[in-house]
């Protein structure tokens, strides 16, 4: 059962930041309300915004006494159309601690609806060879991602599998936004119950998934293939993935956007962990400070991220 505070959550979510394009907030105004570009760290930790031989600006987020060999590289979310915010650089630092002491690489990819696919993608690529270069051995790399994040953590991961490529150690991703064609059953189950996206006590017909997955929030996919796995993650395989933790709310529609990657990876023989919560929305993990259920799962991927990098 959710706890108090989640039900009530549920409504502020749906008041402020629902986006669905059938009487929610525009998807512009929602991406600029979280958009919050301050740029404090905790204490102990420096901020630097670098950039990539291929043009990529990045921050890195370092202890002050130096880092240990261990990279956390995190792909941050917003639809594609949100900055990094002050959110993600705290949440930075935590990572980082909880590798025992690791530098937390971001990177600022250009936003959508100017840049499109293949944009996010290739900036996402370049960010791993850049990590590369600069003296990182992957076996001492851990990738992770939310919403959007996580669809290109995905992205790039397929990318490298398939050009033979040594991949991270290991995965954490936090609700990824990995199906642009909406193909899973929880569309539909969940519409009517997802505060974010979906509306309430409605049935999703026909024609309102086509204003759902043609609204400003896909403008980031242009012309490409919505089938294609480097843009929906949904439709790849997963042989050879390093261990992989997943979360997801239980009501929210893109609940199967990770059940069916969770279970592709299963099949293919990956050591994969998915933490659902009932009745929570999207990343509700980084909402860590309100409620009880966000607190548990975000403790557990830092948990993840130490048992993996320690």
């Not at 993600?88 to 250009?110: L, V």
């Not at 850049?130 to 001492?140: A, F």
């Not at 995965?171 to 936004?177: Q, V």
């Amino acid at each position: 059962m959710a706890s108090l505070r989640a039900k009530l959550g549920r409504i502020v979510v749906r008041k402020f930041y629902n986006m669905n394009p059938e009487g929610g907030k525009s998807f512009a105004e929602v991406t600029e309300m979280v958009s919050n570009y301050g740029t404090k760290v905790r204490k102990g930790f420096v901020r630097t915004v670098e950039r990539t031989e291929e043009g990529v600006v990045f921050e890195r987020i370092a202890p002050v006494s130096g880092g240990n060999g261990k990279l956390v590289l995190y792909m941050h979310g917003g639809g594609y159309s949100a900055g990094l915010s002050q959110a993600y650089r705290t949440q930075a630092c935590d990572m980082a601690k909880a590798a025992g002491g690791a530098e937390c690489i971001m990177p600022d990819y250009d936003l959508s609806p100017e840049h499109k696919y293949p944009t996010q993608h290739e900036q996402g690529y370049a960010m791993w060879l850049d990590v590369l270069r600069q003296g990182y051995q992957p076996k001492n790399i851990i990738l992770g991602g939310d919403s959007a994040g996580g669809n290109l953590a995905l992205s790039v991961m397929l990318r490298l599998r398939d050009e033979g490529k040594e991949l991270p150690h290991a995965m954490f991703l936090i609700s990824p936004w990995t199906d642009m064609a909406g193909s899973g059953s929880s569309y539909e189950t969940n519409y009517a119950v997802d505060p974010m996206f979906g509306k309430k006590n409605v049935v999703l017909d026909k024609e309102s998934k086509e204003r759902l997955l043609h609204s400003d929030m896909y403008a980031w996919v242009g012309d490409a293939d919505r089938h294609d796995p480097y843009v929906s993650p949904v439709f790849g395989s997963y042989e050879g993935f390093p261990s992989t933790l997943m979360t997801v709310g239980g009501d929210e529609i893109l609940l199967d956007d990770t059940l069916t990657i969770a279970d592709s990876m299963r099949k293919a023989g990956v050591d994969v962990t998915v933490i659902s919560h009932e009745k929570m929305f999207h990343i509700y993990p980084l909402y860590y400070t309100l409620f009880p259920e966000s607190k548990k799962a975000y403790k557990q991927i830092l948990g993840f991220i130490k048992d993996k990098l320690n």
